[in-house]
T-cell receptor, first 111, second 113 residues
Framework: RKEVEQDPGPFNVPEGATVAFNCTYS??????FFWYRQDCRKEPKLLMS???SGNEDGRFTAQLNRASQYISLLIRDSKLSDSATYLC????????????FGSGTRLQVQP | EAQVTQNPRYLITVTGKKLTVTCSQN?????MSWYRQDPGLGLRQIYY???????DKGDVPEGYKVSRKEKRNFPLILESPSPNQTSLYFC????????????FGEGSRLTVL
């Protein structure tokens, strides 16, 4: 079983749609959680951290459910520029900074 | 401009021919790391370094070496490349803390024939 699992997609949605991605992690000792965005053939970049109480950044909302060991990302009012792969990332060991990356969920927003 | 620079960006080589992928960061970050990215497997950590002269294995270190003689540089060495090392490689750096923000280089696409 993978440590961090994501539905690979692709999710094809029209502009303006709301789309949600889920991610599950296997290690209950995981400490911190993040969403990264990766454009085609480019490097990953931090999108947002995920806090226990849930957090929002503009059209993006991230939530964490520790009991069920899953993380979600909600994108409202999708834009063409949101088309990318979204990577779920879990931090296991602070000292080593062992970030474990999911394989990513691909989003394609269509006009 | 704050950045992580990798070279070469693209390389085709043959089995057994030693190569080095350089990585340099200008943000004075203590932590640096190398990842490889393969379809369906996500990013996997090869080696990491907590500071100068301090390096350690990640999840997939076999066939790779690294060194950290200076804070800004963290080269990845393939002593005898094999076809299963064909991959997209990313160097990354961060300051310590739990922000989770790794700054990545643009990637190096390596093909071993």
């Amino acid at each position: 079983r993978k440590e961090v699992e994501q539905d690979p997609g692709p999710f094809n949605v029209p502009e303006g749609a709301t789309v949600a991605f889920n991610c599950t992690y296997s290690n209950s000792a995981s400490q911190s959680f993040f969403w990264y965005r990766q454009d085609c053939r480019k490097e990953p970049k931090l999108l947002m951290s995920v806090y226990s109480s849930g957090n929002e950044d503009g059209r993006f909302t991230a939530q964490l459910n520790r009991a069920s060991q899953y993380i979600s990302l909600l994108i409202r009012d999708s834009k063409l520029s949101d088309s990318a792969t979204y990577l779920c990332v879990v931090l296991l060991h602070t000292g080593r900074r062992a970030l474990t990356f999911g394989s990513g969920t691909r989003l394609q927003v269509q006009p | 401009e704050a950045q992580v620079t990798q070279n070469p960006r693209y390389l085709i080589t043959v089995t057994g021919k030693k190569l080095t992928v350089t990585c340099s960061q200008n943000m004075n970050h203590e932590y640096m790391s190398w990842y490889r990215q393969d379809p369906g497997l996500g990013l996997r950590q090869i080696y990491y370094s907590m500071n100068v002269e301090v390096t350690d294995k990640g999840d997939v270190p076999e066939g790779y070496k690294v060194s950290r003689k200076e804070k800004r540089n963290f080269p990845l060495i393939l002593e005898s490349p094999s076809p299963n090392q064909t991959s997209l490689y990313f160097c990354a750096s961060s300051q310590f803390g739990d922000t989770g923000e790794l700054f990545f280089g643009e990637g190096s696409r390596l093909t071993v024939l």
